[in-house]
């Protein structure tokens, strides 16, 4: 067995085994759903939970402003956002922006590729947002954080790589071990942070391109949407054929369109871009 086979039996082992260490959610995070597990929660209590934090909530106050939702008159502050945006869509938007935390590491060459990981996410998960609001009934900021958290895997096989400067000097190896293993380490830290299941079985669903269910789910929205990102460059999912993905097929769209250059979708993809950047 090579080294690369090894590093990967070795980390499904430890999570087969419940032996391997899982990021836990940020802080403020776990406050949102503190306050949103109380049925009767109300604005004011939520925007304490997330006022702790002064850059999520001006990225917040900034979404409530933007084109994204459209609003008339110019939001100033915090409990005025979560009024015009609803405590359900800013618990899952709130929830998804505070995972940009978990992105960082102290390695140069760690830090790069979360970082990079991080951009590809609020790729998918600007188009994930104008797929669910065109082409299905689910919600758009549902799919927006789903999208936001669909490769969250990579983060353990990183703190693993970081004690093994062979896999970080061979980038191919790397990602062959990424793309091997990251869904199933997805699954396990979305179940462990509590994710509904629609939600936590998407690491490991997105990438079964035939996949069969009977309706439009988050899965079929991350697998058009990350397909969607790949378009055109040397990824080797840019190598598949989308008429063979069953999720087009699902959501209605034609094999050979790209949502980027879809008339009027296009802008809002761009829109919901730039209120995660």
Request: net charge negative; with cysteine.
């Amino acid at each position: 067995m090579s080294s690369e086979e090894q590093f990967c039996q070795k980390l499904l082992d430890d999570i087969e085994n419940d032996r391997l260490v899982l990021p836990t959610l940020p802080e403020v995070a776990l406050r949102i759903r503190e306050a949103m597990d109380d049925p009767n929660v109300s604005v004011n209590r939520l925007a304490d939970a997330i006022s702790s934090d002064a850059a999520l909530s001006a990225r917040l106050i900034r979404v409530a402003n933007s084109a994204l939702i459209r609003g008339v008159v110019k939001v100033d502050n915090l409990q005025t956002a979560i009024t015009r945006m609803g405590l359900t869509f800013v618990r899952n938007l709130a929830t998804g922006l505070a995972m940009e935390q978990m992105f960082q590491a102290t390695n140069d060459l760690v830090d790069a590729k979360l970082r990079e990981v991080w951009q590809h996410s609020i790729e998918v998960a600007s188009i994930c947002h104008v797929l669910a609001k065109h082409y299905t009934r689910l919600p758009p900021d549902q799919a927006t954080l789903i999208g936001l958290v669909h490769e969250i895997g990579i983060l353990p096989i990183l703190t693993a790589a970081e004690e093994r400067p062979d896999f970080l000097t061979d980038a191919q190896a790397l990602d062959r071990i990424i793309a091997k293993i990251h869904p199933r380490i997805g699954q396990a830290i979305l179940e462990t942070w509590g994710f509904p299941e629609e939600l936590s079985c998407v690491p490991t669903q997105y990438l079964e391109f035939s996949r069969d269910a009977e309706t439009p789910d988050y899965a079929d929205i991350v697998t058009v949407a990350s397909l969607q990102t790949f378009a055109g460059s040397n990824h080797p999912l840019a190598q598949i054929d989308w008429n063979n993905v069953s999720s087009f097929h699902r959501l209605g769209l034609a094999s050979d369109v790209e949502v980027t250059e879809i008339e009027g979708i296009s802008e809002e993809v761009e829109e919901a871009k730039e209120v995660l950047m």
